[in-house]
């Protein structure tokens, strides 16, 4: 079925439009949006940043930035790069607002986008309050159209300075008008677990306690902290990782199924389900969250040694936990979750792991050593190919009575993979529509932070024994010994 576009209208200012992740990501997905139909005549960026660009400065630099996006469509280069506009701006200075008002004004006009304005803030952190502040003071929110505002990660470094940014940004924006950023919403297979649960009898009746073991939830990666050192010694893997992604898709899987498809109900589902995390103590933190960081390798430097790095950091590139929820649905099931750099692979995925047979009717004495019942797993791969798999236990061909797995599996198609938007393509959509579905609420992101800050304060109060792992490895044993304590082990 071919999705029919609904044009969009509206002016998007872009604060940090000189960065690299408007030349790598927003760019290219605005291209893609464009080409597709959902963005045509009625839209205008605005780009902004200290830099002394002009227009066509700005229009060549996008149209380097979208040459790489698909050269079949080099036709319309051009119609869209005339869509893009430049203003040198200090969002320091409040005076700049001014500038930047009569711009987005003159676009309104010439674009005909209705008095739609969407604020994309596209810079380091400490500048949204600032930016919030005076798009408020200096009149640049429109009174005939939407306002909505698209916020980068990270919000906030620990509970108190979310809730600061959160406190600054509602100053300004309502809630509903505020687009939280993770790239991991966008992601099909994230989407897709909602279709899994709650479009499938055969799976959501199962989706308890009394048939579910356990969980497992890895984001492996495969390189380093290549030119980000400097970010990451700051944040580790628990604030880059764990506080956002991981979070967000651990309430996919361990949220109640919401009233109705919508985003106001999902977030609600969503939010509940974080409430029920159970929040540690730091004696159950430090029994049930595990930390690492990469040891030299053929190919790397230790982390310590990485340029950018303090040569003494105690920032974790690894993290294993175990999280429990205090609800009815899942109490006594853990969710073991782990992420981490340069690890055997590039690959993210859930296993969702069930209990076995309470009884093995299959294991007779005559062929006890050869029977074994396995647990059924349900895959869900989300990086780097789209996909599900389901193990069962299945007779084994031949005479006699024995069962082995087998793998029921669904892989996307590379045309299927091909149809697929991007993350940023479907969240710059999802945020010009005015669909929160997929961007983390408030109330989110101030449990998950909560739960991470005790896990924090806990380890930076002890020298850990750095490195401990190898790089190609799964990460340090003490995330295996995690598992192993419960009886447990990861799928994979
Ligand atoms: N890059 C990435 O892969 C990812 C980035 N993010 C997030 O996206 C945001 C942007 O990151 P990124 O693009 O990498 O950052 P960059 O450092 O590449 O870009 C920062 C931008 O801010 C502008 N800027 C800096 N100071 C000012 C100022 N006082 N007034 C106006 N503009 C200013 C810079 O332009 P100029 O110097 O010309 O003023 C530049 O356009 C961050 O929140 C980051 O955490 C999130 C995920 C991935
Ligand atoms: O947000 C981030 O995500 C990336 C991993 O994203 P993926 O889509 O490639 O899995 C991570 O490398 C980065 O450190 C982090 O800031």
């Given at each position: 079925?071919?999705?029919l576009a609904t044009e969009i209208k509206a002016v998007i200012t872009l604060f940090g439009a000189t960065g690299d992740l408007a030349h790598r990501k927003l760019y290219p997905s605005l291209f893609n949006l464009f080409r597709k139909g959902f963005l045509a005549d009625n839209f205008a960026l605005l780009g902004t940043s200290?830099s002394e660009w002009s227009d066509a400065d700005f229009q060549a630099k996008v149209r380097e930035s979208i040459s790489k996006v698909d050269e079949d469509q080099a036709g319309q280069y051009d119609a869209f790069v005339k869509h893009f506009f430049y203003q040198p701006h200090?969002?320091?200075?409040?005076?700049?607002?001014?500038k930047l008002n009569e711009r987005i004004a003159e676009l309104e006009d010439k674009f005909a986008t209705e008095g739609n304005r969407l604020f994309y803030m596209s810079m380091?952190?400490?500048?949204?309050?600032?930016?919030?502040?005076?798009i408020?003071?200096?009149?640049l929110?429109s009174?005939n159209g939407f306002n909505r505002l698209v916020?980068e990660?990270?919000?906030?470094?620990?509970?108190?300075?979310?809730?600061?940014?959160?406190?600054?940004?509602?100053?300004?924006?309502?809630?509903?008008?505020?687009f939280?950023?993770?790239?991991?919403?966008?992601?099909?297979?994230?989407?897709?677990?909602?279709?899994?649960?709650?479009?499938?009898?055969?799976?959501?009746?199962?989706?308890?306690?009394?048939?579910?073991?356990?969980?497992?939830?890895?984001?492996?990666?495969?390189?380093?902290?290549?030119?980000?050192?400097?970010?990451?010694?700051?944040?580790?893997?628990?604030?880059?990782?764990?506080?956002?992604?991981?979070?967000?898709?651990?309430?996919?899987?361990?949220?109640?199924?919401?009233?109705?498809?919508?985003?106001?109900?999902?977030?609600?589902?969503?939010?509940?389900?974080?409430?029920?995390?159970?929040?540690?103590?730091?004696?159950?933190?430090?029994?049930?969250?595990?930390?690492?960081?990469?040891?030299?390798?053929?190919?790397?430097?230790?982390?310590?040694?990485?340029?950018?790095?303090?040569?003494?950091?105690?920032?974790?590139?690894?993290?294993?936990?175990?999280?429990?929820?205090?609800?009815?649905?899942?109490?006594?099931?853990?969710?073991?979750?782990?992420?981490?750099?340069?690890?055997?692979?590039?690959?993210?995925?859930?296993?969702?792991?069930?209990?076995?047979?309470?009884?093995?009717?299959?294991?007779?004495?005559?062929?006890?050593?050869?029977?074994?019942?396995?647990?059924?797993?349900?895959?869900?791969?989300?990086?780097?190919?789209?996909?599900?798999?389901?193990?069962?236990?299945?007779?084994?061909?031949?005479?006699?009575?024995?069962?082995?797995?087998?793998?029921?599996?669904?892989?996307?198609?590379?045309?299927?993979?091909?149809?697929?938007p991007e993350?940023y393509e479907r969240l710059f959509h999802d945020a010009l529509e005015g669909?929160?579905?997929?961007?983390?609420?408030?109330?989110?992101?101030?449990?998950?932070?909560?739960?991470?800050?005790?896990?924090?304060?806990?380890?930076?109060?002890?020298?850990?024994?750095?490195?401990?792992?190898?790089?190609?490895?799964?990460?340090?044993?003490?995330?295996?010994?995690?598992?192993?304590?419960?009886?447990?082990?990861?799928?994979?």
């Open positions: 079925m071919t999705i200290r200090d969002v320091t200075n409040p005076e700049h607002y001014d380091a952190p400490r500048f949204f309050g600032t930016i919030a502040a005076n408020k003071s200096q009149g929110l009174d916020i990660k990270p919000f906030g470094r620990d509970f108190a300075s979310a809730q600061e940014l959160n406190k600054e940004l509602t100053e300004t924006f309502d809630e509903n008008q505020i939280r950023i993770d790239h991991y919403l966008g992601k099909e297979m994230v989407q897709n677990i909602s279709a899994l649960r709650f479009g499938n009898t055969a799976i959501e009746a199962l989706w308890n306690n009394q048939y579910i073991d356990n969980i497992q939830v890895t984001l492996s990666e495969d390189m380093g902290v290549e030119e980000r050192a400097g970010y990451y010694d700051q944040s580790g893997a628990l604030r880059d990782m764990v506080q956002n992604h991981i979070m967000q898709v651990v309430a996919q899987l361990a949220m109640e199924q919401p009233l109705t498809f919508t985003d106001q109900d999902i977030r609600a589902e969503k939010a509940k389900a974080l409430r029920s995390l159970r929040k540690y103590t730091p004696s159950e933190a430090a029994a049930n969250f595990v930390r690492g960081q990469y040891a030299a390798g053929d190919n790397n430097n230790e982390y310590r040694k990485e340029d950018g790095v303090d040569p003494k950091s105690i920032t974790e590139t690894y993290v294993a936990a175990k999280l429990t929820f205090d609800s009815y649905r899942w109490a006594g099931v853990p969710f073991y979750v782990r992420t981490g750099k340069l690890l055997a692979g590039k690959f993210t995925r859930v296993d969702v792991v069930f209990k076995k047979p309470l009884i093995d009717i299959f294991a007779t004495p005559a062929n006890s050593n050869d029977q074994k019942l396995n647990n059924n797993v349900l895959t869900i791969y989300i990086d780097p190919t789209p996909g599900f798999s389901l193990t069962l236990n299945a007779k084994k061909v031949g005479q006699g009575y024995t069962t082995e797995p087998i793998d029921l599996a669904f892989s996307q198609s590379a045309e299927q993979k091909d149809l697929s993350p669909n929160s579905t997929n961007f983390a609420s408030w109330s989110e992101i101030a449990d998950a932070w909560q739960f991470v800050d005790v896990i924090r304060q806990v380890w930076d109060h002890e020298e850990p024994n750095f490195p401990n792992y190898q790089p190609g490895s799964m990460g340090p044993k003490e995330a295996d010994e995690l598992l192993a304590r419960d009886g447990r082990q990861w799928v994979y």
